[in-house]
């Protein structure tokens, strides 16, 4: 992983120029969350799969409370207060669609916010409720909630594949690759100055140790 936060080309070099805006660790968190929620979500109907299921989505929940310790004290670019500034922008957003003087990418910029809001909140609640219908700590309303934030969950996951595709082909841009090299093309400052990468590997580490310890256990 790259950590050099000055321009990584030059003109004329091998490689073409690129500029950093999204940071190890929070590639390496996107990308477990995404596998764990496939995993939770398809083992969930399954008595037989109950550990790998629970182990799953306590990851899940760690790496929801990551993201938000994160984006308190993490580069500018991944805070929380970024996220709410772009979530500010929803009334102009709304007046645009009635007057139908839509700015594309700020539709996109208002969207992808609401759907990673959206995903986090409903994990927050998904893991709680699981956790609480595992420990039966409550009743039957305990065992909905969790199917319902679990179902939107799913909703709002497959609302954000739908957006970065139709973003990318909208602007003939592959807007998913920022999130497996970190980087857009194109010359300029690096959005993001550090990345992270020592950061990102114990993220790594702790996540594949616990899910080690955590499935040799008695489900
Ligand atoms: C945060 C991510 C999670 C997701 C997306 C998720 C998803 C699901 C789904 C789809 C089901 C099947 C619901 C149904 O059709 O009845 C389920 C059931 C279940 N989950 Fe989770 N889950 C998550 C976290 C957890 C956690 C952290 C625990 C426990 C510590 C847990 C424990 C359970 C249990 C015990 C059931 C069976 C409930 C029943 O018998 O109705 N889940 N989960
Ligand atoms: C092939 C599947 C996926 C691709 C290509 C993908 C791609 C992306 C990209 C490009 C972004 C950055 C958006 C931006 O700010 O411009 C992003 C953010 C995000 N994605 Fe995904 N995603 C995938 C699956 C998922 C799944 C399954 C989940 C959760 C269940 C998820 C949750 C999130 C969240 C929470 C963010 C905000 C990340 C942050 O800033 O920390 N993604 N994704």
Redo the contacts with the bound molecule.
């Keep these: 992983m790259n950590t050099a936060s000055a321009s990584r080309a030059e003109p004329g070099a091998a490689t073409p120029p690129s500029r950093r805006v999204v940071d190890a660790p929070t590639r390496v968190v996107h990308w477990l969350l995404a596998l764990?929620?496939v995993g939770?979500?398809l083992s969930?109907?399954s008595e037989r799969w109950?550990l790998l299921?629970?182990s799953?989505?306590?990851t899940?929940?760690g790496l929801v409370v990551h993201r938000l310790l994160w984006g308190l004290i993490g580069p500018r670019h991944t805070r929380l207060s970024a996220w709410a500034a772009k979530l500010r922008a929803a009334p102009d957003f709304l007046r645009s669609l009635r007057s139908g003087k839509l700015n594309p990418t700020a539709a996109q910029n208002l969207l992808n916010t609401l759907f990673a809001v959206l995903i986090l909140g409903f994990?927050l609640i998904?893991?709680i409720s699981?956790?609480a219908?595992?420990?039966e700590l409550g009743g039957e309303w305990l065992?909905e909630l969790?199917?319902l934030s679990?179902?939107g969950?799913?909703v709002m996951a497959v609302g954000h594949l739908l957006l970065i595709l139709t973003s990318s082909f909208l602007r003939r841009q592959n807007l998913a690759a920022r999130m497996f090299s970190g980087s857009l093309p194109g010359r300029g400052p690096d959005l993001i100055k550090r990345n992270h990468g020592a950061l990102a590997a114990l993220i790594l580490a702790v996540v594949l140790g616990f899910w080690f310890v955590q499935l040799q256990g008695p489900a």
């Design positions: 764990s929620f939770a979500y969930g109907d109950r299921h629970v799953l989505g306590y899940i929940l994990a998904a893991g699981g956790y219908v595992y420990e065992e969790h199917e679990s179902n969950m799913l």
